[in-house]
């Protein structure tokens, strides 16, 4: 799915682009993704398991922009992808058609900007648009900004997994279920 370009004003008054990124944006997407994973334990990588080339981002890329299940928004701020949000099949299969898993990322010098809120609330608007009944994230327990995010967005905890995340400092963490109803 194409989210097409919006300006977006940020809580200090700054415009912003709102839009899906582009196969043009492939280099800068792994730019960001390896800066964001650089700053927070709350995503799923560390930088240096960002192998993606070029090549094969500009293919996700157009893939997503064509698909009509899954989205990718970002938001461009200061020349540079400041936060990214998406929306995907958690299956294909007939019997979980109706999941949509949800992840989300702002660059911590972005943090407060409100720029979590947009693309949740954009990825939301698209999950429905898409067909979904509910969407679903997992949050590390200690992420008390997100957390607190996808409650006001109507998000609801389901459940916890001791243990989910195994930190590279030697911590364990807790991973919180959260879901969504449409």
């Known amino acids: 799915m194409n989210y097409t370009l919006r ?12 839009q899906s990124p582009t196969a043009v944006h492939a280099e800068q997407m792994i730019s960001y993704m390896k800066a964001m994973s650089a700053e927070t334990e709350c995503v799923g990588r560390y930088p240096e398991e960002i192998i993606e080339t070029i090549e094969y981002e500009s293919d996700l890329l157009n893939s997503t922009l064509s698909s009509p299940n899954s989205v990718q ?43 979590g809120r947009l ?8 999950a429905r ?4 009944l509910q969407i ?3 949050a590390l327990e200690d992420n008390a900004r997100g957390i607190s995010l996808y409650k006001s967005v109507g998000f609801e905890q389901w459940g916890r ?3 989910g995340s195994h930190l590279k400092d030697g911590s364990i963490k807790t991973e919180i279920y959260m879901v969504k109803h449409l």
């Open 7 to 18: 300006t977006v004003t940020l809580k200090d008054g700054r415009t912003a682009a709102m």
């Open 73 to 115: 928004i970002s938001i461009f701020a200061d020349g540079i992808i400041a936060a990214n949000a998406t929306i995907a099949p958690y299956s294909g299969r007939i019997k979980f058609r109706h999941r949509a898993v949800f992840g989300i990322a702002v660059l911590k010098e972005y943090w407060g900007l409100g720029m």
């Open 119 to 126: 693309l949740t609330e954009a990825c939301i608007h698209c």
């Open 129 to 132: 648009d898409m067909g979904y």
């Open 136 to 138: 679903e994230l997992t």
């Open 161 to 163: 997994l001791e243990g």
